[in-house]
């Protein structure tokens, strides 16, 4: 059975950093698009950033550019979110996902193979 777990979230005071990272147990999935989705309360889920399997096109949204950076390591089957110039409306419960779908899809369809839990991100104004 595939899980994907979600780590490093916490509460961080405007303008801070988080590292996000998410474990795969079971498979590696490294053949697999792996990324992050974020949900606000009261709010629809929202694509956030997506990397594909080899680490080469990479998405983001567009409210996040140029503040997270999105990676993996194929070795450990991880992807980490790193997350800089935190604002109050990045607070969210973070999910890591993992398809076969390429990162560019994802904004549209979020029916996507494997779901962690998610881990709060909350940013203190």
């Known amino acids: 059975q595939v899980q994907l777990v979600e780590s490093g979230g916490g509460l961080v005071q405007t303008g801070g950093s988080l590292r996000l990272s998410c474990a795969v147990s079971?498979?590696?999935?490294?053949?697999?698009?792996k990324g992050w989705f974020r949900q606000a309360p009261g709010k629809e889920r929202e694509f956030v950033a997506a990397?594909?399997?080899?680490?080469?096109?990479?998405d983001y949204a567009d409210s996040v550019k140029g503040r997270f950076t999105i990676s993996r390591d194929n070795a450990k089957g991880t992807v980490s979110l790193q997350m800089n110039s935190l604002k109050p409306e990045d607070t969210a419960v973070y999910y890591c996902?993992?398809?076969?779908?390429?990162?560019?899809?994802?904004?549209?369809?979020?029916?996507?193979?494997?779901w962690g839990k998610g881990t709060l991100v909350t940013v203190s104004s």
């Open positions: 996902a993992a398809d076969l779908a390429p990162g560019s899809s994802w904004v549209r369809d979020r029916r996507l193979e494997f």
């Open positions: 990397i594909s399997w080899n680490g080469g096109p990479i």
């Open positions: 079971g498979r590696t999935l490294n053949g697999y698009t």
